[in-house]
């Protein structure tokens, strides 16, 4: 029984591609989140959704896209993908949208994205 | 908005120490503090959270004190096993909406058999 679930789990992929990670919850959560770590470990949240609506977005180049067909599912897409890119990306969810009131978040097993 | 800063990076410890990892916050506003451990090829995890209006909270091997005068909280890991062995992270509120956290840069912790 897979709380959080991300697909694929690992990706290979040049550079100027375009390519898609999905993320599935099946908590019955409102709030999805996309965040980057990087090579020294780094934690930083990308993206946030609750209900469908996009209620965070940090400073991210625009060929990020985040998309929520329903409050389950928030899937990334990312376009024109550069070397920079490269990195683990994880999808979490928590019940509510207050993560910084105590709501714990559930996090995926993350996407290791490379850029060649 | 909020800052968070952690140390150690690297920690390693002998089986059976105990292993004590720091963090500290600039938003004095800022009144939950969780701490997740990241496990190798694994998402991070909650292990143990605290509140503002208490000091310290335990859970068995692991206990978070918190001190907000000097807007500073630790995870003290008593009694270290193997299975102890992975990267840390401390997080606070990213603002005053709490809709989401900033974690700190994290620490490695390696137990030595």
């Known amino acids: 029984d897979t709380a959080v679930s991300q697909t694929p789990k690992y990706l290979v992929t040049q550079m100027g591609n375009d390519k898609s990670i999905k993320c599935e919850q099946n908590l019955g959560h409102d709030t999805m989140y996309w965040y980057k770590q990087d090579s020294k470990k780094f934690l930083k949240i990308m993206f946030s959704?609750?209900?469908?609506?996009?209620?965070i977005n940090e400073t991210v180049p625009n060929r990020f896209s985040p998309k929520s067909p329903d409050k389950a599912h928030l899937n990334l897409h990312i376009n024109s993908l550069e070397l920079g890119d490269s990195a683990v990306y994880f999808c979490a969810s928590s019940r509510r949208r207050r993560t910084g009131d105590g709501d714990t978040q559930y996090f995926g097993p993350g996407t290791r994205l490379t850029v060649l | 908005g909020e800052n968070v800063e952690q140390h150690p990076s690297t920690l390693s410890v002998q089986e059976g120490d105990s292993a004590v990892i720091k963090c500290t916050y600039s938003d004095s506003a800022s009144n939950y503090f969780p701490w997740y451990k990241q496990e190798l090829g694994k998402g991070p995890q909650l292990i143990i959270d605290i509140r503002s209006n208490v000091g310290e909270k335990k859970d068995q091997r692991i206990a978070v004190t918190l001190n907000k005068t000097a807007k500073h909280f630790s995870l003290h890991i008593t009694e270290t096993q193997p299975e102890d062995s992975a990267v840390y992270f401390c997080a606070a509120p990213g603002d005053s909406s709490a809709s989401k956290i900033i974690f700190g840069s994290g620490t490695r912790l390696s137990i030595r058999p």
């Open positions: 959704y609750n209900n469908k609506e996009l209620i």
